[in-house]
C-alpha cells in the first residue's frame, strides 16, 4: 500500500514534466513515438513503479491513485499520457501471473508492459509450453514496453477452443512501422507479430480467469486490495486518460487567452466577453462531472478488491457506461474549447489542436465507443443482461 507522501511525490515530479511534455508534443507527433526525454522523465518521477506490487520493490498504488498519475501525465501530453495508461494497467494485469512470471517481468520494481485482448495469434501446445504464432493490430507502446501480453487462441484435445494471454517479452516479437495516423500518432500503436515463440506455461493464463483477477499459483492473490475487475480497473485508467487530455486543454486554452482579441468585433480581450467566461465554465464543469463519476467507481472497484470479491456483472456494465460517459464529458469540454479558440488554433504549434484531434481519435477505441458501452449500461438498467461476456 502506497503511502500519501509516495504519492505526493510522484504527483509533483509528473507535473514538474508536463511543461516538457506538451513541448515535446509536436516531435513527438513527427516522430509517431514519444520522446525518450519523456519516458525518461516518467521513470524518474517513479511512474513506472507505481503499478509493481510492493514485493518486488513497486509502489503498489491503488486504482484511485494511478488514475490520478495518468490524468496529470495526460494533461501534458495526450500520446504520453495513453501510453502511461496501457503501461500501468497492463503491468497490474502482469501481476495477475505466476510467482515465477512476476519475479522475471517486474525485477527491479520498475514495469512497462503492453498489452493486446483481440485473440488474433494462435498457442500451440509443446513440452513445457506452447508455440505463439499471429499478428496483433493496434499494440500502444510496445515500442517502449518490456513485455507484451497478447490473446491467442488454443485447440484443447476435445476440439474447443479456448483464449489464453501470453506474456512475451518484446525482444522476441517483430514490430512493423506501420503506425501514421491522425490522432494518437505519438503512441507508436504498431502492428506486431510473433513467429513461433516459445511461451512457457508459467506464462501462459485463461483470460477468463485473469478478467477476474482469478488466476492461481501467486502470493498475491485474494483479498489484497489489488485483484481489481480487470476491465473495469483497466476503463479506470482510460477515463483518466481522457480527463488528463481535458485538463490540459483548458490550460492551453486560458494561457492563450491574455491579449487575444476577437476579430471583427470591438472586443479587444476574449477573457472580457461573457460568452467566452460561459464556455471555460461549461468546460470546468463538464471536467469535474467526469471527475465525479470516476470516484464512484474508484469506491466500488476498491471495496470489491479490499474484499476478495468482484463486482456484479450489472455493476461492471454500470461501470463501462459510466467510464464511457466521463470520456465524453472530457471530449466535449476539448470541443468547446477548440470552438471557442478562433482559426489560428489550426497552427500545427497549438498545442489544443493536437489535443482535439487526439481525443476524438481515442474516443473511436472499441472499449471508448460511447453508444456501445451506454447499450451496455442501459441494458441493465430496464433488467436485461449486459448482452456482452466482455466485463
Not at 149 to 164: I, Q, S
Not at 273 to 282: D, K
Not at 334 to 342: C, M, N, Y
Request: aromatic share 6%; glycine share 10%.
Amino acid at each position: 500500500m502506497a503511502t500519501q507522501e509516495e504519492l505526493n511525490s510522484v504527483l509533483a515530479a509528473v507535473r514538474e514534466a508536463v511543461p516538457i511534455l506538451r513541448r515535446n508534443g509536436a516531435e513527438a507527433e513527427e516522430r509517431r513515438w514519444i520522446p525518450e526525454e519523456n519516458i525518461d522523465l516518467l521513470e524518474k518521477a517513479g511512474v513506472f513503479r507505481t503499478a509493481v506490487p510492493r514485493a518486488h520493490g513497486g509502489l503498489d498504488f491503488d486504482v484511485a491513485q494511478q488514475a490520478q498519475v495518468i490524468t496529470e501525465v495526460a494533461r501534458g501530453c495526450p500520446s504520453t499520457g495513453w501510453l502511461t495508461m496501457v503501461w500501468l494497467t497492463s503491468t497490474a494485469a502482469a501481476a495477475l501471473y505466476p510467482d515465477r512470471a512476476q519475479k522475471e517481468v517486474f525485477e527491479g520494481g520498475s514495469a512497462r508492459v503492453s498489452i493486446v485482448f483481440a485473440a488474433t495469434g494462435t498457442l500451440t501446445p509443446v513440452d513445457g509450453g506452447y508455440r505463439l504464432n499471429g499478428t496483433w493490430r493496434f499494440n500502444s507502446g510496445v515500442r517502449g514496453a518490456g513485455w507484451d501480453l497478447l490473446g491467442a487462441l488454443v485447440e484443447r484435445p476435445d476440439g474447443t477452443e479456448e483464449e489464453l494471454v501470453a506474456l512475451v517479452p518484446t525482444a522476441e516479437l517483430s514490430v512493423a512501422d506501420d503506425w501514421d495516423v491522425t490522432a494518437g500518432a505519438a503512441t507508436g500503436s504498431s502492428t506486431t507479430t510473433a513467429h513461433d515463440v516459445f511461451v512457457p506455461d508459467h506464462r501462459v493464463v485463461p483470460l477468463d480467469e485473469a478478467m477476474v483477477s482469478g488466476t492461481g499459483n501467486r502470493a498475491n492473490a485474494g483479498a489484497t486490495g489489488r485483484n481489481y475487475a480487470l476491465l473495469g480497473y483497466i476503463l479506470s485508467g482510460v477515463a483518466a486518460a481522457f480527463v488528463g487530455m481535458a485538463r490540459g486543454g483548458l490550460d492551453v486554452f486560458v494561457e492563450r487567452l491574455p491579449g487575444r482579441g476577437i476579430t471583427y468585433t470591438e472586443w479587444t480581450e476574449q477573457s472580457l466577453h461573457p460568452l467566452t467566461q460561459q464556455q471555460v465554465a461549461v468546460a470546468g464543469n463538464k471536467i469535474a462531472a467526469a471527475e465525479a463519476l470516476a470516484s464512484t467507481w474508484h469506491r466500488e472497484l476498491q471495496a470489491a478488491a479490499d474484499a476478495g470479491t468482484q463486482p456484479s456483472d450489472t455493476d461492471k456494465a454500470v461501470l463501462r457506461g459510466r467510464t464511457a460517459y466521463a470520456a465524453q464529458l472530457a471530449k466535449e469540454a476539448v470541443e468547446v474549447l477548440f470552438t471557442a479558440s478562433g482559426g489560428s488554433v489550426i497552427r500545427r504549434t497549438e498545442p489544443l489542436q493536437r489535443v482535439h484531434r487526439d481525443i476524438q481519435g481515442f474516443s473511436l477505441h472499441a472499449l471508448v465507443q460511447l453508444n456501445t458501452n451506454l447499450e451496455v449500461h442501459g441494458r441493465v438498467l430496464v433488467g436485461l443482461d449486459p448482452g456482452t461476456y466482455f466485463l
